[in-house]
DNA sequence: ATAAGTACATACATTTTTGTAAGTATCAAA
DNA sequence: TTTGATACTTACAAAAATGTATGTACTTAT
């Protein structure tokens, strides 16, 4: 149902872009995203998978399931409310799943979906690619920074 | 100068953790972002990258040089104003570069650093698995809403 | 008895992000 | 001559994200 059909763009205008969707019917192809196109609702989508918190959320949830609270400590200046939140924008997503024992005081597990694991994959990537490109960043805005005042 | 050391967690949490960090010398292994930490610059570079518009300029750059109008009709939904910032922080990021032709009317190209190349992959990967589970993701969604409703 | 831990929800305030509209200087087409 | 294209900037306004504080209902430690 979803219809990002809005851009008349085709997306035979990325060059490499006959490679990717093979073996998929043509029924599913058609019901792909297309992040280009204002109106798709895979961009609500990325905006949880890449929002302040989730990235963080899914990167710890990848290394195994975690108590509420064991995910707030481990993931600096993270409100309660906002973890509450992107956990449930995940788990309405389909990416994380939530386990709540029927005890007091309360004891809920959350952990990655088989969805979620993939997508945990490609953002850990970039997250710790990010981690050990910071020498090089920080080299980059340094020679800026001179470049401008004294050059 | 990147001091994440606010978060007195060793990085040896991570299971996998000692893989990763061969070959570095370890004065630059200390200089390494550390994104669970509150206070880290690593966790602005995260911000720019992963920002509403700035997933999509790296998305579209990787295909090749655009100049900003061109952007700007293949990225449905951006505003001027939101794309020459989006362009700017990753330009102070080393990830993009601007190389304006003195002419007018004006024409400036934006490109891809190295470093800009290498995250451009990271994004791409990620963007492009959301927009192939697009379908699966609106299933899970579907399945839940009858769930609550008849369930 | 008091404080802290558990996993949240809710109201309210503040901060941040994003959008809209207008302006700049110049050229070319209608 | 008016319009449109180019690549922006700036001021202002609206929308969204985030934080703070509080409450819940019960247990354990002090």
């Known amino acids: 149902m979803s219809k990002c059909e809005q851009s008349a763009k085709p997306r035979s205008q990325r060059p490499d872009g006959a490679a990717n969707d093979r073996m998929l019917p043509l029924a599913e192809r058609l019901r792909q995203g297309d992040l280009l196109a204002a109106a798709c609702p895979s ?3 990325l905006k949880h998978v890449t929002s302040r918190w989730g990235v963080l959320v899914l990167m710890v949830l990848g290394t195994g399931t975690h108590r509420f609270s064991a ?4 993931i600096g200046g993270v409100s309660e409310r906002m973890l509450a939140q992107t956990l449930q924008w995940l788990e309405a ?3 994380v799943a939530r386990l709540a024992h029927d005890v007091v005081p309360p004891h809920v597990e959350y ?3 088989p969805l979620g694991e993939a997508v945990a994959v490609h953002v850990t990537a970039l997250a710790e690619w990010i981690e050990r490109a910071m020498p090089a960043i920080e080299a980059h805005r340094r020679a800026k920074a001179t470049e ?3 050059g």
Chains 1, 2 share one sequence.
Do not use: E, H
């Open 111 to 113: 952990s990655l979906t």
């Open 43 to 45: 961009r609500d989508v």
């Open 93 to 95: 997503d389909g990416m």
């Open 148 to 150: 401008t005042s004294a």
């Open 71 to 74: 995910l707030r400590r481990k």
